[in-house]
């Protein structure tokens, strides 16, 4: 097993945001976390990127206990996380945000040899690599922000709403990279509001509530699950 989430209890001062969850993902998954607004699902990911500590709980990573681990430290054991609302360097040029991806990488060679891999993945970037982060469409910027998770070379991927505020042929798109991505080895827990399109890329999923795991499985039952369409696909 990659990882293992066992009752995780995180508060926000007096708010109890992650009640009790539990969950597992096996090497080589898509692993999706649906819910609402609110529902705790970047808390999740937050937590076991190390930026936010439970209270109580275990984050098993390969089979070490990660929950008080340094965030950096956890970057560099392979847990990456591209975050929501993509958080790049609007200041910096396309090759300087890739760059700072892979400061964990001390070898030029290898820095260069993944770089031009996200180029051949994103040729969009490589058209704009002396452009700053800031002036790329909204697209290109999740483009930069997947391409720079990737010049860490992550074990596991942690994507938190890739597909927000994207248009719909854009978001396509970015499911279509995100399968790639795991099919060439990276295993990923993805977070996403968009039910519809996480579910038909994931392997199992799981439905979260106000901080609590309410329904899992493999992603084309829950599609088919009427609980999950009435909340969560409009109803049809």
């Known amino acids: 097993m990659m990882l293992k989430v066992e ?3 995180v508060y926000y001062g007096a708010i109890h945001a992650l009640q009790g969850i539990s969950f597992h993902l096996e090497k080589g998954e898509i692993v999706a ?6 529902a705790g699902k970047s808390t999740t990911l937050n ?12 984050v098993t990573f390969l089979d070490e206990g990660i929950q008080d681990v340094p965030a950096q430290e956890i970057v560099r054991k392979g847990i990456i996380q591209v975050p ?12 300087e945000n890739l760059e700072m991806g ?26 704009r690599r002396n452009q700053l982060g800031g002036t790329l ?11 720079r998770g990737l010049m860490a070379h992550p074990t596991l991927l942690l994507l938190d709403e890739p597909s927000m505020g994207l248009s719909p042929i854009l978001v396509e798109q970015i499911f279509d990279i995100i399968q790639d ?7 990923i827990l993805l977070v996403e509001q968009n039910a519809q399109m996480a579910l038909a890329i994931a392997d199992r999923a799981y439905v979260l509530e106000t ?26």
């Open 84 to 95: 929501e609302g993509r958080k790049i360097f609007s200041r910096m040029t396309v090759t």
């Open 137 to 147: 469409s909204g697209g290109e910027q999740q483009m930069l922000a997947i391409g």
């Open 47 to 58: 937590t076991i990127s190390g930026i936010l500590r439970p209270r109580e709980g275990a």
């Open 102 to 127: 892979a400061y964990t990488q001390a070898d030029r060679a290898s820095i260069n040899r993944d770089m031009e891999s996200v180029f051949e993945r994103f040729s969009r970037l490589r058209e």
């Open 33 to 38: 976390l649906i819910g609402a607004n609110g």
């Open 181 to 187: 991505i795991n099919e060439q080895g990276t295993s």
């Open 211 to 236: 901080g609590k795991i309410m329904m899992q499985g493999n992603g084309d039952d829950l599609l088919k699950d009427s609980n999950v369409i009435d909340s969560y696909l409009g109803g049809h």
């Open 7 to 9: 009752n995780l209890q």
